[in-house]
């Protein structure tokens, strides 16, 4: 029998893993993208709290994931899979659901009220895509009509990842909306479904065996991959147009031509999962690279 001490590490290990710390640099990446757009109006209090908020959405989402794939069982043959391999029980990760939930909700109202204050007309419609997110961030696998089992999983990432991650963290910080604007939220939504993307072709062959029809599964393994190329080509011409109308430079645009140049190389040799594996670390700790980059402007 293991020693309370023991058992106590064990158990704190596998939440850890249910949280799935390796995506949260993509959710930061977001929001460290949209401050940049409004380093004129910039508050380390908004961007605390946006990005505290983005961490517990995402961590929601992982143990939303976690569950909804162990009821539908695509992850009965994942052992790295907290539910599926028996780690933490179902009732256990519908309670951590349940709390992250509450506390996405909190930090997303206080958020809120630093942003708009009595501004109440924002107030609302921000409420409402944070609740929408909250929900967005559950229904992925979660429930009979889950849309990531669907194909739509990458539309919702642009969305949320892209739309509402990047050009609605700038205006929590600034009331502005114009195309300059949009066009970096554009690139990051296409960034973030690129990683989803990778992980759907990774999952392909498992996927389809357990009726979960991602796009990839839909595009097929050629399909998907020139997929991939389009969507990190879009990014790259997105952040250019957006340099130009701007007429203001970063490296950010060199920096993800190099980095395309080299994940198009080894997806296109990739073979294994852990081949997969190497490239969703790249391509997301890229994506933040890419974002941190773009602070800093050259010209």
């Not at 909190?106 to 109440?120: A, E, M, P, Q, Y």
Request: charged share 10%.
């Amino acid at each position: 029998m293991k020693k309370p001490i023991v058992k106590y590490f064990c158990l704190v290990k596998h939440w850890i893993a249910a949280f799935r710390l390796k995506t949260l640099p993509l959710a930061l990446g977001a929001i460290i993208l949209g401050s940049a757009l409004q380093l004129a109006y910039f508050s380390w209090v908004i961007f605390g709290l946006a990005a505290f908020t983005a961490i517990l959405l995402q961590v929601l989402s992982n143990l939303a994931n976690d569950y909804g794939d162990f009821v539908k069982g695509t992850d009965k043959h994942r052992a790295d899979r907290q539910l599926a391999g028996g780690h933490i029980t179902p009732q256990a990760m519908l309670f951590a659901i349940v709390l992250f939930c509450l506390l996405a909700l909190v930090s997303g109202i206080l958020l809120l009220n630093f942003s708009f204050g009595t501004s109440w007309k924002y107030w609302l419609q921000f409420f409402g895509i944070g609740v929408a997110s909250i929900i967005a961030a559950i229904t992925y696998t979660v429930g009979k009509k889950a849309y990531g089992y669907n194909g739509l999983g990458d539309v919702f990432v642009f969305i949320f990842f892209g739309l509402v991650g990047v050009l609605g963290t700038s205006f929590l910080f600034h009331q502005e909306l114009s195309g300059a604007l949009s066009l970096p939220a554009i690139a990051y939504g296409c960034l973030c479904m690129g990683v989803l993307n990778v992980n759907n072709i990774r999952d392909l062959d498992k996927d389809i065996l357990t009726n979960k029809i991602t796009l990839a599964a839909k595009l097929g393994r050629s399909g998907a991959l020139c997929y991939q190329h389009i969507l990190l080509g879009v990014a790259l011409v997105s952040f250019v147009a957006h340099h130009y109308l701007i007429n203001e430079w970063s490296l950010a645009p060199l920096l993800l031509a190099i980095a395309g140049i080299i994940h198009h190389k080894k997806m296109s040799m990739a073979e294994t999962s852990e081949d997969y594996n190497a490239q969703l670390k790249f391509l997301s700790i890229a994506s933040l690279v890419v974002a941190l980059v773009f602070i800093f402007k050259i010209a």
